[in-house]
T-cell receptor, first 111, second 112 residues
Framework: QKEVEQDPGPLSVPEGAIVSLNCTYS??????FMWYRQYSRKGPELLMY????GNKEDGRFTAQVDKSSKYISLFIRDSQPSDSATYLC???????????FGTGTRLKVLA | NAGVTQTPKFQVLKTGQSMTLQCAQD?????MYWYRQDPGMGLRLIYY???????DKGEVPNGYNVSRLNKREFSLRLESAAPSQTSVYFC???????????FGQGTRLTVV
């Protein structure tokens, strides 16, 4: 079993929809959680960074961490065609330099 | 504001050839990383440098060496390239452990 599981998609939604992207993980000791957006043939771009449980909002993006269920989510409101990309979740243990990445979910927002 | 800069962007090598991938960051970060990205495998850590003067193995270090030249620069060397090293390589940096990592644009390497 992988430490971090992420549905590869693709996930296709119409423009303006609310998108929900998710990751599950097996190591309950993870404390730091990140979401990255990666456009084709580009490097990952940091979207959200959260510590421990709870919600964090930044513009159209909301990150949620549910440590009891070992489940993290990224919500995108009012999705745009420019949001079409692969979304990677990542997490790490306290005091380490090793970030564990999910394999990414491909999102397509249709105009 | 360049962030993390990688060179070259593309490279084709023959089996057995050697090459060095260069990475530089201008964010005054202490920690730097090398990842490889393969389809269905996600990003996997090759080596990292917690701070200037230190390097440590990651998840997939075999066949690679690294040098933390100074605080800004972290290079990855393939001494004898193999087709299994065909991948996209990303350099990243962060202020310290558990902080946000920022990535370069990648080097697309093909070994034939």
């Amino acid at each position: 079993q992988k430490e971090v599981e992420q549905d590869p998609g693709p996930l296709s939604v119409p423009e303006g929809a609310i998108v929900s992207l998710n990751c599950t993980y097996s190591n309950s000791a993870f404390q730091y959680f990140m979401w990255y957006r990666q456009y084709s043939r580009k490097g990952p771009e940091l979207l959200m960074y959260t510590y421990s449980s709870g919600n964090k909002e930044d513009g159209r993006f909301t990150a949620q961490v549910d440590k009891s269920s070992k489940y993290i989510s990224l919500f995108i409101r009012d999705s745009q065609p420019s949001d079409s990309a692969t979304y990677l979740c990542a997490m790490s243990l306290s005091g380490t330099y090793k970030y564990i990445f999910g394999t990414g979910t491909r999102l397509k927002v249709l105009a | 504001n360049a962030g993390v800069t990688q060179t070259p962007k593309f490279q084709v090598l023959k089996t057995g050839q050697s090459m060095t991938l260069q990475c530089a960051q201008d964010m005054n970060h202490n920690s730097m990383y090398w990842y490889r990205q393969d389809p269905g495998m996600g990003l996997r850590l090759i080596y990292y440098s917690a701070s200037e003067g230190t390097t440590d193995k990651g998840e997939v270090p075999n066949g690679y060496n690294v040098s933390r030249l100074n605080k800004r620069e972290f290079s990855l060397r393939l001494e004898s390239a193999a087709p299994s090293q065909t991948s996209v390589y990303f350099c990243a940096s962060s202020t310290q452990e558990n902080t946000e990592a920022f990535f370069g644009q990648g080097t697309r390497l093909t070994v034939v």
